[in-house]
């Protein structure tokens, strides 16, 4: 790729950052800082590069969700000025009185459906906007959309400081050392099934849990009640009688029983499989004990909604293990970062869809876009 360290004068020149500022917000308030604080490296770097940078991110799922609390806490961080809406005569007159080394934060770009949309002419007036453009935004690298695909081949594309880290650290993965263990969890097996077959061809271990492994239960005939499982059947898959696959050994349910720890075999047609019991954990530290390479995308239960013990215990297994570990995923990122432990992994990255398709595929459009003359 082409970074923007790589261009020797950035003094006075307007830059477009494309950054990952699809934080988790709670009242108002920030819950989780730590995208916003792996968007800082570029944000500095381009200030004190005397550059006149132009922030673009999003927020959120629903298009009046705003930046704005993002903006508040980083202007604790750097000297940043809102600009509001990025199409508004407010944000042009804002832009004309940028100084060199000034920074100006656009509203959440998806407030207008012709970001998603990469509209053309959406594209264009952005690009009008600077000189140069950095992608810094890891989080959305398999997202083909206006501020991250069409804006990079209409002006001089660079990747930014953590764009560049993700994709340095992400492909050690390609190549682990052994022992390697690959644990995945999450949902939608329509979407992760050639990941799993080509990481069960690259690692000692691939360990399945979440809604996935309901997929894989129910393709082996067991009762699965009412558990979330994709709309595709792994009947006769070869990954199923595949040694390398790890599947749990015992499981959380809830029903009219209430919670209760079961084998997969003993599930009920009422109930709900929700996490990975505690003997399944056991069984996972025997191999993470013996692994040099950890590599982890997505919680193992409903963590949203509280299922959160097996997930965090594996978390603190998988910190104090001597394993080179990579951790990808909003929820697993989440424990670790409610556990403190960020420091103890080899590294953690900003994505999780991203990260599950730069796994599999080795780039993704929006990062080949940066390497185009």
């Known amino acids: 790729m082409k970074k923007i360290t790589d261009v020797e004068n950035l003094k006075g020149k307007y830059v477009l950052v494309r950054s990952s500022l699809n934080i988790p917000l709670h009242e108002g308030k920030i819950r989780n800082a730590f995208r916003l604080e792996r968007a800082l490296p570029t944000l500095r770097y381009l200030h004190e590069a005397g550059a006149r940078t132009i922030i673009l991110g999003h927020l959120g799922r629903k298009p009046e969700e705003s930046l704005k609390p993002v903006f508040d806490a980083l202007e604790k961080r750097l000297p940043v000025h809102w600009g509001g809406v990025v199409t508004g005569e407010e944000f ?11 920074i100006l934060m656009a509203e959440n770009l998806r407030q207008d459906e012709r970001e998603k949309e990469n509209d053309a002419e959406f594209v264009e007036y952005l690009a009008s906007l600077g000189d140069i453009y950095v992608n810094d935004a890891f989080a959305v690298a398999h997202r083909e959309h206006a501020s991250t695909f069409g804006l990079a081949q209409k002006l001089p594309a660079y990747a930014g400081l953590t764009m560049e880290e993700e994709v ?13 263990l690959f644990l995945l969890g999450g949902a939608k097996f329509e979407t992760k099934m050639p990941l799993v077959e080509k ?26 009640g009412k558990s979330l499982v994709s709309d595709i059947s792994l009947q006769g898959a070869p990954l199923l009688d595949n040694p390398k696959l790890l599947l749990p050994i015992d499981v959380v349910v809830d029903g009219p029983a209430g919670k209760q720890t079961k084998t997969p075999d003993q599930v009920l047609p009422e109930e709900k499989i929700m996490d990975i019991g505690p003997l399944t954990v056991d069984m996972l530290v025997t191999y993470i004990e013996k692994a040099k390479t950890i590599l982890w995308n997505g919680p193992f239960g409903a963590y949203e909604i509280g299922y959160i013990e097996s997930t965090e215990t594996t978390a603190k297994h998988v910190a104090h293990s001597d394993a080179f570990s990579v951790i990808g995923g909003g929820d697993t990122v989440a424990a670790i970062e409610k556990l403190e432990l960020n420091d103890e992994f080899g590294f953690v990255s900003i994505a999780g869809g991203a990260m599950l398709a730069f796994l599999e595929h080795g780039s993704t459009s929006v990062i080949d876009v940066l390497g185009k003359e």
Do not use: C, W
């Open 168 to 180: 340095t650290e992400l492909s050690k993965a390609f190549t682990p050392e052994h022992p390697s």
């Open 199 to 224: 990481y069960l061809e690259v690692y000692d271990q691939v360990f399945i849990a979440g809604a996935l492994m309901n997929d894989i239960f129910k393709a082996k005939g067991y009762e699965v």
């Open 92 to 102: 042009l007159a804002r832009k004309e009185l940028l100084a060199d080394g000034e």
